[in-house]
């Protein structure tokens, strides 16, 4: 059973923007201090790849090249969610997201380091 569930995901022209969340999916979902909380995608066809992801405790923010100056995470600690607001998105930007828990903050683009994880949620750029 998928720990985080996302939401907000659509179609959109070029161009255009949406914000995804995720929240845990129980209440006993615990995201420590140490955590980072993070997003990937995977395009169709491809591997799962790094978006951005945010360290609960410094809210120290990290971000992939393709997205950066585009996209931004952000977390809120009382309702224990993240969000990433996508904005200028381009069809190359089509892909399911995902919302995950990493223990700390390093090697944050590794997908099999995080312990958490959501079953995604579309997003498809197109006109």
């Known amino acids: 059973q998928a720990q985080l569930v996302e939401s907000g995901g659509g179609l959109v022209e070029p161009g255009g923007s949406l914000t995804l969340s995720c929240v845990p999916s129980a209440q006993n979902f615990v995201i420590y201090s140490s955590n980072l909380m993070a997003w990937f995608r995977q395009p169709p066809g491809k591997e799962r790849e790094f978006v951005a992801g945010v360290t609960w405790r410094n809210n120290e923010k990290f971000y ?38 990493k223990s700390d903050k390093y090697s944050y683009t590794d997908a099999s380091r995080y312990d958490a994880w959501g079953r995604g949620t579309q997003v498809t750029v197109a006109s």
């Open 64 to 101: 992939a090249d393709s997205v950066k100056g585009r996209f931004r995470v952000s977390r809120d600690a009382h309702y224990n969610a993240i969000s990433l607001q996508m904005n200028s998105l381009k069809p190359e930007d089509t892909a399911i997201y995902y919302c995950a828990r």
